[in-house]
T-cell receptor, first 114, second 115 residues
Framework: SAVISQKPSRDICQRGTSLTIQCQVDSQVTMMFWYRQQPGQSLTLIATANQGSEATYESGFVIDKFPISRPNLTFSTLTVSNMSPEDSSIYLC???????????FGPGTRLTVT | AQSVTQLDSQVPVFEEAPVELRCNYSSSVSVYLFWYVQYPNQGLQLLLKYLSGSTLVKGINGFEAEFNKSQTSFHLRKPSVHISDTAEYFCAVDPPSGSARQLTFGSGTQLTVLP
């Protein structure tokens, strides 16, 4: 299974600022996913990031608010821009193992916006 | 489009008792089914999955789930729970075909094992 790390593990930010979350995988993967988990809620897919192409955003999420980079097959970043308290969530990245039909998740980044 | 319903938001159970966490899904196509567990302040860990074949699937930590196509259910069971099983459990579905794998999660069930 893939091993995924995320940085930072948690952060407290002021409203109006931006935070970039990094996701590193120990193997090359085609597709990476970014999810948001609001307090006490389930996971919601933000976008799918393929290397070499623009990320595909789900309904309700836009690139200006959540720009994503995917410079290579083992790394991706998600930026939460112009933050407000409503952005306080856990942000998780995941990767797909197509052969096994599984997704593996990183430990998450716990973001609090004050 | 698919959706997942976890009917029980919270399930308290005493240690060593059996437990069942319910999951129902709706989809116009066949799906892959998953159960994930999230321990406090941690990411998601795959418990088990159903892709095809036997409808009874065994996972880690003594959990198992049964796929019932006619009832569109994928309930999670454990015959005897431990304190360490206290966690949030998420059921998820994923279409096996198509250009992108996009997991759709249920709202989660908080399992609390009481001493």
């Amino acid at each position: 299974s893939a091993v995924i790390s995320q940085k930072p593990s948690r952060d407290i930010c002021q409203r109006g600022t931006s935070l970039t979350i990094q996701c590193q995988v120990d193997s090359q993967v085609t597709m990476m996913f970014w999810y948001r988990q609001q307090p006490g809620q389930s996971l919601t897919l933000i976008a799918t990031a393929n290397q070499g192409s623009e990320a595909t955003y789900e309904s309700g999420f836009v690139i200006d608010k959540f720009p994503i980079s995917r410079p290579n097959l083992t790394f991706s970043t998600l930026t939460v821009s112009n933050m407000s308290p409503e952005d306080s969530s856990i942000y998780l990245c995941s990767v797909e193992d197509g052969d096994r039909g599984e997704q593996y998740f990183g430990p998450g980044t716990r973001l609090t916006v004050t | 489009a698919q959706s997942v319903t976890q009917l029980d938001s919270q399930v308290p159970v005493f240690e060593e008792a059996p437990v069942e966490l319910r999951c129902n899904y709706s989809s116009s196509v066949s799906v892959y089914l998953f159960w994930y567990v999230q321990y406090p302040n941690q990411g998601l860990q795959l418990l088990l999955k159903y892709l095809s074949g036997s409808t009874l699937v065994k996972g880690i930590n003594g959990f198992e789930a049964e796929f019932n196509k006619s009832q569109t259910s994928f309930h999670l069971r454990k015959p005897s729970v431990h304190i360490s099983d206290t966690a949030e459990y998420f059921c998820a579905v994923d279409p096996p075909s198509g250009s992108a794998r996009q997991l759709t999660f249920g709202s989660g069930t908080q399992l609390t094992v009481l001493p």
